[in-house]
């Protein structure tokens, strides 16, 4: 899997729009990008992902830079349940036993 | 979304003693699981891989003989740890992929924290 990389920690105010950056300039044609995130002691719970183009879903966007080096994930009204560990992890779907591996993520911590 | 659960959620042992964690998938099949592990503050670990039927996959450095880990239907993992140490004492969390989810997704269990005495 490709590596990436993301700030070590960010704040956002309540109400407003998280933006959570991811540099994966090593990710092959065919990798996709995969957002999780892991509130405290709780097991990681799926966002999104995608692979070239921009997504959204009822949780968050995916933003990804033409040249898919980067990406964004924006959560547009942040609230303070979403504090939590952002990872990004590359990887290519579809991959039977292989298994994501997580890196240090974001720690995001939404203020009131 | 798929939903995995894990039992028991915490759980305190006394040192020597062997702990069982279960990780079932409720609404589908999980033809692949996957256990880590987390320390606090750190980011999560991957211990093994199991396929139903077929023996565990271990990560260099785990050890097989003291995490044992049973696949043995499409719904039903379960993780021992044997002869407990206080640094065994984690976050150990379970994960399923099946088919007819969507294969690109990995669904986690709640985790379960262990404290060895």
């Known amino acids: 899997d490709a590596k990436t990389t993301q700030p070590p920690s960010m704040d956002c105010a309540e109400g407003r729009a998280a933006n959570l950056p991811c540099n994966h300039s090593?990710?092959?044609?065919?990798?996709?990008v995969y957002w999780y995130r892991q509130i405290h002691s709780q097991g990681p719970q799926y966002i999104i992902h995608?692979?070239?183009n921009n997504e959204t879903n009822e949780m968050a966007s995916l933003i990804i830079t033409e040249d898919r080096k980067s990406s964004t994930l924006i959560l547009p009204h942040a609230t303070l349940r979403d504090t939590a560990v952002y990872y990004c992890?590359?990887?290519?779907?579809?991959?039977?036993?292989?298994?994501?591996?997580f890196g240090k993520g974001t720690r995001l911590s939404v203020i009131a | 979304g798929a939903v995995v659960s894990q039992h028991p959620s915490r759980v305190i042992c006394k040192s020597g003693t062997s702990v069982k964690i279960e990780c079932r998938s409720l609404?589908?099949?999980?033809?692949?699981m996957f256990w880590y592990r987390q320390f606090p503050k750190k980011s999560l670990m991957l211990m093994a891989t199991?396929?139903?039927?077929?023996?565990?996959?271990?990560e260099q450095g785990v050890e097989k003989d003291k995490f044992l880990i049973n696949h043995a239907s499409l719904t039903l993992s379960t993780l021992t740890v044997t002869s407990a140490h206080p640094e065994d004492s984690s976050f150990y969390i379970c994960?399923?992929?099946?088919?007819?989810?969507?294969?690109?997704?990995?669904?986690f269990g709640p985790g379960t924290r262990l404290l060895v005495l």
């Open positions: 994960s399923a992929r099946g088919p007819g989810l969507g294969e690109e997704t990995q669904y």
């Open positions: 090593t990710i092959s044609g065919n990798e996709y």
């Open positions: 995608g692979l070239k």
């Open positions: 992890i590359v990887r290519l779907p579809y991959s039977g036993n292989t298994p994501l591996v």
């Open positions: 609404d589908f099949q999980a033809t692949t």
């Open positions: 199991s396929n139903e039927g077929s023996k565990a996959t271990y």
